[in-house]
T-cell receptor
């Protein structure tokens, strides 16, 4: 299995632009998570899906952030408009069960100038 | 109080020594505990999980759980320079809908 695949690996954009991050989970995994990691705040859960349905989005910082999972093999995290404080590494992770091992993608390093 | 708390370090240990990392959590009802290792610039990877009170050993790693005191620890025996990384404690907090919540991580430096 190729593991969790994220794209792009790096994204540099200007403030106000729309940013879309993409994730392909491991086949057969029913849960998908979006995390954000910064030096100041560590690894924060933004949102997670179970069987393509958003279960908890309480970690999404504000309305500028949205996430979708149109099918079992694809999810997006969108930021519109982006701001410099959104600069972070965004990880997607998947797992078979809520209490099981998380498999992380390689992450997207986002820089908003 | 943070929900999952770790000392940020760095924890500096000589090669061959034991590294001891601690993690405390806020919710007494939590049931699942994990240790992830993250190398600089890489994604976290699971090294240990523990569900029951007591010790669990896997190679050079031992996880220890004490639910009454609400802490979980990780021991790394015979530390190697390749163990230099950030170690993240993660807990399925029952108070947070059992979401997996990470601590801030402890940076470990193993010096040859």
């Amino acid at each position: 299995d190729a593991g969790v695949i994220q794209s792009p690996r790096h994204e540099v954009t200007e403030m106000g632009q729309e940013v879309t991050l993409r994730c392909k989970p491991i086949s057969g995994h029913d849960y998908l998570f979006w995390y954000r990691q910064t030096m100041m705040r560590g690894l924060e859960l933004l949102i997670y899906f179970n069987n393509n349905v958003p279960i908890d989005d309480s970690g999404m910082p504000e309305d500028r952030f949205s996430a979708k999972m149109p099918n079992a093999s694809f999810s997006t995290l969108k930021i519109q408009p982006s701001e410099p404080r959104d600069s972070a590494v965004y990880f997607c992770a998947s797992t078979r069960g809520l209490y099981e091992k998380l498999f992380f993608g390689s992450g997207t390093q986002l820089s908003v100038l | 109080q943070k929900e999952v708390e770790q000392n940020s370090g760095p924890l500096s240990v000589p090669e061959g020594a034991i590294a001891s990392l601690n993690c405390t959590y806020s919710d007494r009802g939590s049931q699942s505990f994990f240790w992830y290792r993250q190398y600089s610039g890489k994604s976290p990877e699971l090294i240990m999980f523990i569900y029951s009170n007591g010790d669990k050993e896997d190679g050079r790693f031992t996880a220890q759980l004490n639910k009454a005191s609400q802490y979980v620890s990780l021991l790394i025996r015979d530390s190697q320079p390749s163990d230099s990384a950030t170690y993240l404690c993660a807990v399925n907090l029952s108070s947070a809908g059992n979401k997996l919540t990470f601590g801030g991580g402890t940076r470990v430096l193993v010096k040859p």
